[in-house]
């Protein structure tokens, strides 16, 4: 399982819908304007 880092200002709802959009899963904040997704292998 590889993981992709998202960095973006407006909230973890955004980050999700990015996620979705690139067939991610598992979206979580590390830190501020920081957030991981899993790729799915």
Do not use: H
Request: with cysteine; proline share 2%.
């Amino acid at each position: 399982m590889k993981s992709v880092i998202i960095v973006r200002k407006g909230g973890i709802d955004q980050v999700f819908y990015a996620c979705l959009f690139f067939n991610l899963t598992n979206a979580k904040n590390i830190k501020n304007e920081l957030y991981l997704c899993d790729y799915p292998e």
